[in-house]
């Protein structure tokens, strides 16, 4: 179980995440969605540990993440961020990338890395033939995919995707999503997924988090409809992307 605890971040003047408590479940799917600048990016970065929260504490199993134990907790939660073509090295190939993980953290022989490298390719529906391939040559769905198999190459309990499907047109947003919900089923494994697209919130999620100005404003367990949400602000949310969804078929 990954949490946080009365985290709080500032910029300066700015408080980007502002006394957050959030608890991410084993096994399950979290979804936090909110307004571009709700500072949601900012707790995906503390929850993952590549920054420090200025107050509060971020718990792994019940244990404080402190300087001890940041690199087992970097192995087992996983970022997998919004553009897929800058967190990945555009000179490598596909295999290398999938194959320092193998190598770095888990410490797998070669034939065995091999292995590994077809399977995980095997699960996020990456064409093999394309393992030689450098990165640059491949399409955004395949970065996209491979960057998802390099988070489930360290063999993580979470992983959180900052609005990783943002920029991928709908029909393969949903087979991503739908490859994701297959993965959760065969994995014990946890996605946190943020998003501002609330369609993908709702297939996805066992939990949601509504987020505006640093704060969590409310939370839905078990969603069944955007109905269930009370506060004004998320029922706001539901209107805007109605409205959009609208717009879109005129
Ligand atoms: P979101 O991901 O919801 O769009 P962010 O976490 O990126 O929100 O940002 C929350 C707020 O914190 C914004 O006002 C943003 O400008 C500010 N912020 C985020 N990261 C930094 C940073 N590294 N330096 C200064 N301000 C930042
Ligand atoms: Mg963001």
Do not use: W
């Not at 300066?12 to 990016?41: H, R, Y």
């Not at 410490?107 to 390719?121: H, V, Y």
């Not at 491949?138 to 988070?151: E, T």
């Amino acid at each position: 179980m990954l949490k946080a605890e009365n985290i709080t971040k500032r910029y300066g003047f700015q408080t980007a995440v502002d006394d957050i408590s959030i608890t991410i479940s084993d096994d399950s799917v979290t979804v936090i969605v909110g307004e571009s600048g709700s500072g949601k990016s900012t707790l995906a970065r503390m929850l993952s540990y590549i920054e420090r929260p200025d107050t509060g504490r971020i718990l792994l199993d019940g244990t404080s993440i402190g300087r001890r134990t940041a690199k087992a907790t970097r192995r087992n939660v996983q970022l997998v961020m919004q553009d897929a073509a800058s967190s990945l090295d555009p000179h490598q190939t596909a295999e290398q990338v999938l194959d320092e993980p193998l190598k770095l953290l888990l410490k797998m022989g070669r034939p065995q890395r091999r292995e590994r490298i077809s399977e995980l390719t095997d699960m996020v529906h990456f064409p093999r033939d394309r393992l030689k391939n450098k990165v640059s040559e491949l399409s955004g769905g395949q970065q996209k995919r491979l960057c998802i198999a390099r988070a489930l190459a360290a063999e993580p309990q979470h992983i959180i995707f900052d609005e990783s499907f943002s920029g991928l047109d709908v029909t393969l947003r949903k087979q991503i999503l739908s490859m994701l919900k297959e993965l959760r089923k065969k994995l014990h494994i946890s996605f946190l997924i943020i998003t501002h697209d609330l369609d993908t919130a709702m297939y996805m999620a066992d939990r949601i988090y509504v987020m505006r100005f640093g704060k969590v404003i409310e939370t839905l367990e078990r969603p069944t409809s955007f109905l269930d949400l009370k506060e004004d602000y998320s029922k706001e949310l539901v209107k805007a992307a109605e409205y959009k969804r609208q717009a879109l078929y005129i």
